[in-house]
């Protein structure tokens, strides 16, 4: 079964925006798990980009601090990734990843991943 599924990737030009969500196949991966976002591009090590650290605060990588936002609706039991002012550099594969919160930033401890989903920033 799918636990965390991603959607809402796709193209866009320099400058524009694009936000993805993550639904969480239960309530329980939602409320017990820190939940954020990695991205990876091929060669290279998966880096976190945005990750809650407790239910309220959210931690973001340097690059992209101003102009991402993480959040979480509970209810519908979905996190998302509003990207603005998006650059070429952020082109990669984003995944969504639910982690245990004594356990956050290191890729190699999260407990469930999504498939990923492609954004390509175009200059």
């Known amino acids: 079964q799918v636990q965390l599924a991603e959607s809402g990737g796709g193209s866009v030009q320099a400058g524009g925006s694009l936000r993805l969500s993550c639904k969480a196949a239960s309530d329980y991966i939602f409320g017990t798990y820190c939940m954020g976002w990695f991205r990876q591009i091929p060669g290279k090590e998966r880096e976190v980009v945005a990750q809650?650290?407790?239910?309220?605060?959210?931690n973001y990588a340097d690059s992209v601090k101003g102009r991402f936002t993480v959040s979480r609706d509970s209810a519908k039991i979905t996190l998302y990734l509003q990207m603005d002012s998006l650059k070429p550099e952020d082109t990669a594969m984003y995944y969504c990843?639910?982690?245990?919160?004594?356990?956050?930033?290191?890729?190699?401890?999260?407990?469930?991943w999504g498939q990923g989903t492609q954004v390509t920033v175009s200059s």
């Open positions: 809650f650290v407790n239910f309220a605060r959210a």
């Open positions: 990843a639910a982690q245990r919160c004594s356990r956050l930033g290191n890729a190699d401890t999260v407990d469930y």
